[in-house]
T-cell receptor
């Protein structure tokens, strides 16, 4: 079947620290992979995406590379800001259906 | 403004009383979807629709119905709600779905349902 596993949070970092949120997936075929971000009281917003192996998605300083050999799509940012505090969801889309991870809460302290 | 609008935003009701959560998008999107968000479980897809009159089950469809009579609307119907359907619900749309699609989903602001 299809599933997404994310590292549990919360993750607490100081401003300007390096961020990694791990995401691994199980899927048949060739899924598309996404990272979404959710701010308090809001719906999810697309952060970045990748549709095939070795694709790198990037946006607002965040990056993730589609690694088929390790079935991973880890989210990274070189220097986090307080405004990056949110919940981050890894997701895959396969055969018209979406599957989300459980979410990782990020707290960034000044 | 491009948006996905859900109503109501909050609802407290009782077991067995039929309810409908409406969802409307103004972006002419073909793909629409409903999710429920529960602590520790992330978002789980309930139903999706590839286009008008085309709907299909997601991961957790039991106890829910949907319809897609018009492109812009995708209501979620709970015919006989039960307490285990207490959750935060999100509607989303994207330009199109399909394998290999990288179209971003646009999410509504959510509907918090409490079934007593």
């Amino acid at each position: 079947g299809n599933s997404v596993t994310q590292m549990e949070g919360p993750v607490t970092l100081s401003e300007e620290a390096f961020l990694t949120i791990n995401c691994t997936y199980t899927a048949t075929g060739y899924p598309s992979l996404f990272w979404y971000v959710q701010y308090p009281g809001e719906g999810l917003q697309l952060l970045l995406k990748a549709t095939k192996a070795d694709d790198k998605g990037s946006n607002k300083g965040f990056e993730a590379t589609y690694r088929k050999e390790t079935t991973s799509f880890h989210l990274e940012k070189g220097s986090v800001q307080v405004s990056d505090s949110a919940v981050y969801f890894c997701a895959l889309m396969n055969f018209n259906k979406f599957y989300f991870g459980s979410g990782t809460k990020l707290n960034v302290k000044p | 403004e491009a948006q996905v609008t859900q109503n109501p935003r909050y609802l407290i009701t009782v077991t067995g009383k039929k309810l409908t959560v409406t969802c409307s998008q103004n972006m002419n999107h073909e793909y629409m979807s409903w999710y429920r968000q529960d602590p520790g479980l992330g978002l789980r897809q309930i139903y999706y629709s590839m286009n008008v009159e085309v709907t299909d089950k997601g991961d957790v469809p039991e106890g829910y119905k949907v319809s897609r009579k018009e492109k812009r609307n995708f209501p979620l119907i709970l015919e006989s709600p039960s307490p285990n359907q207490t959750s935060l619900y999100f509607c989303a749309s994207s330009l199109y779905g399909g394998q290999g699609s990288n179209q971003p989903q646009h999410f509504g602001d959510g509907t918090r349902l409490s079934i007593l």
